[in-house]
T-cell receptor, first 112, second 113 residues
Framework: KQEVTQIPAALSVPEGENLVLNCSFT??????LQWFRQDPGKGLTSLLL?????REQTSGRLNASLDKSSGRSTLYIAASQPGDSATYLC???????????FGTGTRLQVTL | GAGVSQSPRYKVAKRGQDVALRCDPI?????LFWYQQALGQGPEFLTY????????KSGLPSDRFFAERPEGSVSTLKIQRTQQEDSAVYLC???????????FGPGTRLTVT
């Protein structure tokens, strides 16, 4: 059974810092990996999707990498801003009915 | 045009009541997913539709949970005889194809008292 772990569970950084969020998964036979952002009381906003054949994806200040063989992904956020404060979730798609298996998230706070 | 919508946004039910949660996917999206998110946890898969066919319902926690998508568009998740442990946020997602990026709705927060 696929298990997804995210470290750290919570992170507080001052504005302007670069930071890395980590995601690991136990079964490397994945179809793709998706990073989401969730604001309190809200649904999930898709940030980046990496196909299993890709090694990274970039969108603005966000860069996600994927090392399928070692079961790891990282989300890099450059020049963090208070508006980046949210919970970040990673999810893997094993291709079985395309259901996503989620980690428990990293709660990020960016302070002024 | 708009994204995935869900209604109601909030639902309070007394234990033993039946509830129905609605999901309107993005127009033209073939695949529809339901997830359950407990407080402080990541979402967990409940069930998956491709058009009107329910291809996977392995995540439904009990036979009190039932989902349908009769015309391949709007979907309803029904929970019969609600229990306190059913309290959670129920998220719906859709994707253009079964293997594509999933887009989530705002969720329905169910509280069973």
């Amino acid at each position: 059974k696929q298990e997804v772990t995210q470290i750290p569970a919570a992170l507080s950084v001052p504005e302007g810092e670069n930071l890395v969020l980590n995601c690991s998964f136990t079964d490397s036979a994945i179809y793709n990996l998706q990073w989401f952002r969730q604001d309190p009381g809200k649904g999930l906003t898709s940030l980046l999707l990496i196909q299993s054949s890709q090694r990274e994806q970039t969108s603005g200040r966000l860069n996600a990498s994927l090392d399928k063989s070692s079961g790891r992904s990282t989300l890099y956020i450059a020049a963090s801003q208070p508006g980046d404060s949210a919970t970040y979730l990673c999810a893997v798609d094993t291709g079985t009915a395309s259901k996503l298996t989620f980690g428990t998230g990293t709660r990020l706070q960016v302070t002024l | 045009g708009a994204g995935v919508s869900q209604s109601p946004r909030y639902k309070v039910a007394k234990r033993g009541q039946d509830v129905a949660l609605r999901c309107d996917p993005i127009s033209g999206h073939v695949s529809l997913f339901w997830y359950q998110q407990a407080l402080g946890q990541g979402p967990e898969f409940l069930t998956y539709f491709q058009n009107e066919a329910q291809l996977d319902k392995s995540g439904l926690p009990s036979d009190r949970f039932f989902a349908e998508r009769p015309e391949g568009s709007v979907s309803t998740l029904k929970i019969q005889r609600t229990q306190q442990e059913d309290s959670a946020v129920y998220l719906c997602a859709s994707s253009r194809t079964g293997d594509g990026e999933q887009y989530f709705g705002p969720g329905t927060r169910l509280t069973v008292t």
